[in-house]
């Protein structure tokens, strides 16, 4: 769709690159997994999308999941407590 939030430049997370890792809720490929610890594996440069790569559990594969850095059901960053 013309204008869509996929097309458009990110708004938020703008300091994530390629080897970070991310909370991913990839909804769209596995809707009852839930959030997960991914790493970011490639970003489009004309749009706000960014490729992270995630596991479902230890042992199974490994799986790739394109989301909007805007997409704040589906990506946030990971915050570290002490």
Excluded: F
């Excluded at 690159?17 to 489009?44: E, L, S, T």
């Excluded at 490729?51 to 990971?78: M, P, R």
């Amino acid at each position: 769709k013309i204008g869509s939030i996929t097309a458009r430049p990110a708004h938020r997370l703008l300091e994530l690159k390629v080897g970070d890792y991310v909370n991913i809720n990839p909804v769209g490929r596995h809707p009852n997994i839930g959030w997960r610890c991914g790493r970011i594996q490639a970003m489009d440069d004309k749009s706000g999308q960014v490729q992270v790569n995630y596991t479902i559990y230890i042992g199974s594969g490994h799986y790739n999941y394109w989301v909007h850095l805007d997409n704040i059901d589906e990506i946030k960053e990971i915050r570290y407590t002490r």
